[in-house]
């Protein structure tokens, strides 16, 4: 990755009708970047991609790409490729003309053609498949051909609109992977739009969260699980409790609460918080805290509960435990160790938590 | 699998026995005619290819022939080129699919023979066109290269068509998926490109099926040429009326008809042939 931006959009808006689908999109990409749009359906993902691509116009705002204002320049000359959520393979074509669509306007000799094309396949590994028909290929290997469709193109972007949602969850998980190493190693910054958190956070240098067309937050993955800007973004990655709390005192970057349940409370404040006031809402991830038969040491806040339901993960069991002062339950989630002592419904526990590991999440 | 295939059979038992008889059964009988022969009165049942001997080698059938073919030919180029825009916007360009495609079955609200003298009304010499044309002061005298001839006849012919090609071609190109234009437009081509690339080879089965629908009857037409060709538009199926009519010589008439239907499934052969190899080399 360089320093050098290879998009920037500047305040984007699109409306369809009075509708606005995307508003006041303002974003810079780096070169080599893996990007994520990340969001609920219907918050304007595909439309942002399709902005970008030129599929789409917009009101409002400027788009730059290497330094180049996209304004007159029509999608079949704009330097990105588009990898199609129903994958738009060319079902008239073999495996090997639908990668070299692209490139026969372009004059190359036969030789070259062939070698790109077949570098291309290699790449995807789908070595020795050129001569297939579309409709003999599986959903992956699918993917793949538009993958190589787009990249044989050299895009200085490569746009995806959920590439992966087509597949089932054991490829979907090995192509993440695939597709984060094949990223890194050709060096494109790729745009990625996709509505599963876990597929932007294993493979996104940066994400950015969206809600109702606008871009809430753009951070690192980790950044944006531990200090997610407000409520919508930390619901949406991850899970998380969420506890009503009153401000006490604001003293530089450390804050005084009274939480609902866990009482008075001194938490680090989150640099990004936009908005705050006396009503504070405050959030613990599950796996943050620590649950117990006997009131646990060495905690800096302790709470007595009553256990409501118990889900089992296979990789982690999930207690839901219910605490006098909080309407909703806690979920607690614990690593399943052989050692980890079983609860059940009805049971009484003790929870421990931390200061470092609550959330300020700003105004409640 | 084998109640499938039972279950198919049984579905398609009506249609089959229907088409057993109704074609199966005259073209026996049309085939055995072929091989009779006419006397003055009455029919000479010896078997006999005297009357194929006799038709193919007469210049004017042969001549018919290359005709109607020729015209049919026109007649298909000409309606398939029309109907290709008109199916194209019906599917890409309006959301009123409904209403366009209730709007092109228009012309089958009145009778074919109705609209082919409505074509005679405005052709002819004292006609519609001649006389706009006439009061407009841009001729001196009717035009009457209009009527009577080979044009009158495809054009007649591509109007009265239409409908049928439009449907199968409006079909194939509904199938088309959207993203398959935006990602020829993505990877560089221009629309006029993309139509080229990827409209065209994808609707090739739909062209193809629009025009064996119109050639296949319209080579044997004959109200049309007898309306509106004069004796220049006379084609193969004239010949064999008047065989089968004023000529009264069946078995000549069933010859010419079986000679036609021949040559017309290896034409139609050839062209689905070649239409599809030239869809497939389209990269
Ligand atoms: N052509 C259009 N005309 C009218 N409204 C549209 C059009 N395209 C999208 N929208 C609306 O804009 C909003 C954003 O659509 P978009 O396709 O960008 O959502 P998305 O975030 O990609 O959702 P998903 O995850 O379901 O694909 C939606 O509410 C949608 O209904
Ligand atoms: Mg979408």
């Known amino acids: 990755m360089s320093d050098q931006n290879i998009i920037e959009l500047k305040d984007v808006e699109k409306r369809f009708g009075s509708f606005v689908a995307v508003s006041d999109l303002t974003l810079s990409l780096k070169q080599g970047e893996f990007f994520s749009l990340l969001g609920p359906s219907g918050c304007g993902k595909t439309t942002a991609l399709r902005i970008i691509a030129g599929f789409q116009d917009h009101e409002k705002g400027k788009i730059t790409i290497d330094g180049v204002p996209m304004?007159?320049?029509?999608?079949?000359?704009?330097?990105?490729?588009?990898?199609?959520?129903?994958?738009?393979?060319?079902?008239?074509?073999?495996?090997?003309?639908?990668?070299?669509?692209?490139?026969?306007?372009?004059?190359?000799?036969?030789?070259?053609?062939?070698?790109?094309?077949?570098?291309?396949?290699?790449?995807?590994?789908?070595?020795?498949?050129?001569?297939?028909?579309?409709?003999?290929?599986?959903?992956?290997?699918?993917?793949?051909?538009?993958?190589?469709?787009?990249?044989?193109?050299?895009?200085?972007?490569?746009?995806?609109?959920?590439?992966?949602?087509?597949?089932?969850?054991?490829?979907?998980?090995?192509?993440?992977?695939?597709?984060?190493?094949?990223?890194?190693?050709?060096?494109?910054?790729?745009?990625?739009?996709?509505h599963d958190q876990y597929e932007a956070m294993t493979m996104s240098d940066r994400i950015g969260v969206m809600f109702e067309g606008k871009l809430m937050q753009v951070d690192r993955p980790e950044v944006l699980y531990a200090q997610p800007c407000n409520r919508e973004v930390a619901a949406f990655i991850g899970g998380m409790n969420f506890v009503p709390a009153e401000l006490i005192k604001e003293d530089g970057d450390q804050l005084q609460i009274k939480a609902?349940?866990?009482?008075?409370?001194?938490?680090?404040?989150n640099p990004n918080v936009r908005e705050r006031g006396s009503a504070l809402l405050i959030g613990v991830r599950p796996e943050q805290l620590e649950i117990a038969a006997t009131k646990p040491e060495g905690y800096d806040s302790t709470i007595e509960g009553t256990i409501a339901n118990v889900a089992f993960y296979g990789e982690s069991v999930h207690y839901y435990v219910e605490v006098e002062g909080l309407t909703d339950v806690v979920s607690v989630a614990v690593p399943n160790y052989?050692?980890?002592?079983?609860?059940?419904?009805?049971?009484?526990?003790?929870?421990?938590?931390?200061?470092?590991?609550?959330?300020?999440?700003g105004k409640g | 699998m084998r109640s499938e295939a039972s279950k198919g059979l049984a579905l398609s038992a009506p249609a089959s026995l229907y088409v057993g008889?109704?074609?199966?059964?005259?073209?026996?009988?049309?085939?055995?005619?072929?091989?009779?022969?006419?006397?003055?009165?009455?029919?000479?049942?010896?078997?006999?290819?005297?009357?194929?001997?006799?038709a193919l080698t007469d210049p004017l059938v042969r001549h018919l022939l290359v005709r109607s073919i020729f015209i049919a030919g026109m007649v298909t180029i000409a309606t398939v080129a029309l109907a290709y825009p008109i199916a194209y916007f019906i599917a890409f360009r309006t959301q009123k699919k409904t209403l366009w495609l209730l709007l092109i079955t228009i012309p089958f609200?009145?009778?074919?023979?109705?609209?082919?003298?409505?074509?005679?009304?405005?052709?002819?010499?004292n006609g519609v066109l001649n006389s706009a044309l006439l009061s407009l002061n841009l001729i001196d005298q009717p035009l009457t290269f209009l009527l009577y001839n080979e044009l009158a006849v495809v054009l007649t012919l591509a109007h009265a068509w239409a409908p049928f090609a439009i449907l199968p071609i409006y079909v194939s190109l509904q199938k088309i998926d959207p993203s398959l234009l935006e990602a020829a437009t993505d990877l560089g081509l221009s629309p006029a490109e993309s139509f080229f690339r990827v409209t065209l080879p994808m609707t090739v089965p739909g062209i193809v099926a629009a025009s064996l629908i119109i050639f296949i009857p319209t080579v044997g037409d004959?109200?049309?040429?007898?309306?509106?060709?004069?004796?220049?538009?006379?084609?193969?199926?004239?010949?064999?009326?008047?065989?089968?009519?004023?000529?009264?010589?069946?078995?000549?008439?069933?010859?010419?008809?079986l000679i036609a239907m021949v040559t017309v499934g290896l034409v139609a052969i050839l062209f689905v042939v070649l239409a599809t190899t030239a869809g497939r080399r389209i990269r």
């Not at chain 2, 609200?109 to 010499?125: E, M, P, T």
């Open chain 1, 71 to 194: 304004k007159d320049i029509p999608a079949n000359k704009r330097p990105t490729n588009m990898v199609f959520q129903s994958y738009a393979i060319f079902p008239h074509l073999t495996v090997f003309n639908n990668v070299a669509f692209g490139l026969r306007k372009s004059r190359l000799s036969k030789a070259e053609l062939d070698q790109r094309v077949n570098e291309a396949l290699d790449m995807v590994e789908l070595t020795g498949m050129g001569g297939r028909k579309a409709d003999e290929l599986s959903g992956g290997q699918r993917q793949r051909v538009a993958l190589a469709r787009a990249l044989v193109m050299q895009p200085k972007v490569l746009l995806l609109d959920e590439p992966l949602s087509a597949l089932d969850k054991n490829l979907r998980e090995a192509m993440q992977l695939e597709l984060r190493r094949l990223q890194q190693s050709i060096g494109i910054t790729f745009v990625m739009v996709t």
């Open chain 1, 338 to 361: 052989f050692h980890t002592v079983d609860y059940k419904s009805g049971d009484k526990v003790w929870l421990g938590l931390q200061n470092s590991s609550i959330i300020d999440l």
């Open chain 2, 109 to 125: 609200w009145s009778s074919y023979l109705l609209r082919v003298f409505s074509w005679k009304l405005i052709l002819g010499f």
């Open chain 2, 222 to 257: 004959y109200v049309t040429p007898a309306l509106v060709g004069g004796s220049e538009g006379k084609m193969i199926a004239n010949l064999i009326q008047v065989q089968f009519g004023a000529a009264n010589n069946w078995p000549l008439g069933a010859t010419l008809s």
């Open chain 1, 260 to 269: 609902a349940g866990f009482g008075t409370l001194n938490i680090d404040v």
């Open chain 2, 21 to 54: 008889a109704l074609v199966s059964i005259p073209l026996g009988i049309l085939v055995v005619y072929s091989f009779w022969t006419q006397t003055y009165v009455s029919i000479d049942k010896t078997f006999t290819a005297v009357n194929y001997r006799e």
